[in-house]
């Protein structure tokens, strides 16, 4: 069965730096692409980023871009996303996911990132 | 960037109806590369249909998926009582967008 574990979410302050880890099981993430999408309240939901099961292809919105950088360790079945200069609007629940093609067909349950001082 | 519209906002029907949702693209998108989801309350998102009509592993065909160039449909032909939820559309033709999503309640 394909679980998605999330981690790292927590309270941080305007214009500092989150480190969300995701654990995969049930497959080897060597072999997809693996991505995170986030969900404001309020809004819609937002794809972050993504990586190639290689590590060679990234994506980033333009919102995070610059700010953001997602990277693999196939060896540990993990995923990570290193977030810097947070803003209060970047509050969400952050979805790792398994990207086929650009759709995320396996869901983590998210982690909750707060921006507040 | 592709803007989608999804409507209506809610949608209220009764267990057994017929729930027909449209999502609108503010562009063609390419390959009808169309997703939908379907989000019950607390949990995370689960992928319903991908390139517009296919369904994806372990949905019941109650669930299918039409349209075309920037006009998208996901019907559900008997509501359940899980099917209560918000749906959101995914273009990923060119780059990734989402709907604003539709909630279908009692």
């Known amino acids: 069965e394909v679980q998605l574990l999330e981690s790292g979410g927590g309270l941080v302050q305007p214009g500092g730096t989150l480190r969300l880890s995701c654990a995969a099981s049930?497959?080897?993430?060597?072999?997809?692409?693996m991505g995170w999408v986030r969900q404001a309240p309020g809004k819609r939901l937002e794809w972050v980023s993504a990586?190639?099961?290689?590590?060679?292809?990234?994506y980033y919105a333009a919102s995070v871009e610059g700010r953001f950088t997602i990277s693999r360790d196939n060896s540990k079945n993990t995923l990570h996303l290193q977030m810097t200069g947070l803003s209060a609007e970047e509050t969400a629940i952050y979805y790792c996911?398994?990207?086929?093609?650009?759709?995320?067909?396996?869901w983590g349950q998210g982690t909750l990132v707060t921006v507040s001082s | 960037e592709i803007v989608l519209t999804q409507s209506p906002g809610t949608l209220s029907l009764s267990p057994g109806e017929r729930a027909t949702l449209s999502c609108r693209a503010s562009?063609?998108?390419?390959?009808?590369?169309v997703a939908w989801y379907r989000q019950q309350p607390g949990q995370a998102p689960r992928l319903l249909i991908y390139?517009?009509?296919i369904r994806a592993t372990g949905i019941p065909d109650r669930f299918s998926g039409s349209g075309s160039g920037t006009d998208f449909t996901l019907t559900i032909s008997r509501l359940e009582p899980e099917d209560f939820a918000l749906y959101y559309c995914?273009?990923?033709?060119?780059?990734?967008?989402f709907g604003q999503g539709t909630k279908v309640e009692i």
């Open positions: 995914q273009q990923y033709g060119n780059s990734r967008t």
């Open positions: 049930g497959f080897s993430i060597s072999a997809y692409a």
């Open positions: 390139a517009a009509s």
């Open positions: 996911v398994r990207d086929i093609g650009s759709v995320a067909d396996h």
């Open positions: 990586i190639s099961g290689s590590g060679g292809s990234l």
């Open positions: 562009q063609s998108v390419n390959n009808n590369f």
